[in-house]
């Protein structure tokens, strides 16, 4: 049969299907309540679903709890603490926050510090602080162990059943160190080699070490494998360092370092190395331009012309030792020292056209390499200074 208000087909009670007879029984109407909407509260206009009197859930619990739905701070008290005289929020009794926690923590307004007794200990007769009448060490032990006695730990020394050494054996029988053998590797057998610990202070093992780094770089000579694999090889051959200057230097510089190519020597600066660096560095220059001239007068000559020290000579032998242009000799000195002719170049195109001296070399830099200038110079001084 069908409801007689909703007109569904369902089973009836009453007349009615279960949902609109239980509206009935519940609100006592058979209409649909609409379904409520948020709305402002009229006491503090917050938007939201409203209470009864129109008010938010705060306003409203407000008004149920203080009588009023309006919001009322708290009134603090301010002035001077009636103990201390601090100015500031007052709490009970015209007290500060501190003297109101006092008076309710230790039932007394005034400070009281932290009383400590001294004296000898009644254990071991240290005069300190004490509690309970022990010291803190006695007193620490006693809270630790039951008894403020020292206790020393005995240890049980016994044979480790993998080496033998006397120690003190904890888990399986072993010693310490075979023990973290046995984590590590699984055995407690030796894995470092007989050697270690004493080829490091060889006086040689710093000298093979650098060379077994650097071995195979682009920019170092190759070592051969038998002084790579074997330090004591390395020593055998090469022999006693004379001192503690020398340095191992190759006879070949192309070939390999090995007993054939090596020989040991003396470097031929010495300087003290207490010195401070830049003192040091400049000393080392000096004395290493010294030295080695020739090595310094090949490597400025080919990076600043591009020519090698045998090429300057060949042209110095070409031309006599002479300037390619006055054909004479260099006779400049310069701080004391003779000097020696000049590599002349074109500025544009980097070419090396010959030696000259110190003069000729000044003189085309001051006509700027122009020949038309020179022409022109030349025609000067044939015409006796006439332009004509």
Not at 41 to 66: D, F, P, W
Not at 205 to 232: E, I, N, P, Q
Not at 290 to 296: F, G, L, P, R, Y
Request: aromatic share 6%.
């Amino acid at each position: 049969m069908s409801c007689g208000f909703c007109g569904k087909e369902v089973k009836l009670k009453a007349g009615l299907c279960p949902a609109c007879y239980q509206r009935k029984a519940m609100r006592g109407t058979l209409e649909y309540a609409s379904k409520p909407v948020p709305t402002a509260c009229s006491c503090c206009g917050k938007v939201e679903l409203l209470h009864a009197k129109g008010l938010c859930a705060c306003c409203y619990q407000r008004l149920i709890t203080t009588g009023t739905p309006e919001k009322k701070g708290r009134e603090k008290a301010h002035g001077a603490c009636t103990h201390c005289g601090k100015e500031g929020e007052l709490h009970a009794k015209g007290l500060c926050g501190t003297c109101y926690n006092r008076q309710l923590n230790t039932g007394t307004l005034e400070k009281q510090g932290r009383v400590r007794a001294s004296g000898a200990c009644r254990h071991c007769s240290a005069h300190a602080e004490l509690v309970r009448g022990l010291c803190k060490p006695c007193y620490a032990r006693n809270l630790k162990r039951g008894t403020p006695d020292k206790i020393k730990v005995k240890q049980s020394l016994a044979p480790c059943s993998s080496c033998g050494d006397l120690s003190d054996c904890k888990v399986q029988g072993l010693c310490p160190k075979c023990y973290m053998r046995s984590i590590r590797h699984g055995h407690t057998n030796p894995t470092r080699p007989e050697t270690w610990g004493t080829i490091e202070s060889h006086p040689l093992y710093h000298t093979w070490a650098w060379m077994k780094r650097r071995s195979g770089k682009d920019f170092d000579a190759k070592v051969c494998d038998k002084w790579l694999s074997d330090f004591r090889v390395f020593v055998a051959e090469v022999g006693v360092r004379p001192s503690a200057e020398h340095k191992l230097r190759l006879i070949d510089p192309d070939g390999e370092y090995c007993q054939s190519n090596v020989v040991w020597v003396e470097p031929k600066i010495s300087i003290e190395r207490s010195l401070p660096y830049k003192e040091y560095a400049k000393a080392y220059a000096k004395e290493y331009r010294k030295n080695n001239s020739d090595a310094v007068k090949s490597s400025t000559l080919k990076s600043m012309y591009g020519i090698t020290l045998d090429e300057y000579n060949q042209m110095w032998h070409n031309q006599f030792g002479k300037c390619a242009i006055c054909r004479e000799p260099e006779t400049a000195i310069i701080k004391g020292k003779k000097i020696e002719l000049a590599v002349d170049h074109c500025h544009t195109t980097g070419k090396v056209r010959g030696l000259l001296c110190h003069h000729c070399n000044k003189a085309l830099g001051a006509f700027k390499d122009d020949v038309c200038s020179l022409e022109s110079a030349v025609q000067y001084l044939k015409g006796g200074g006439s332009h004509g």
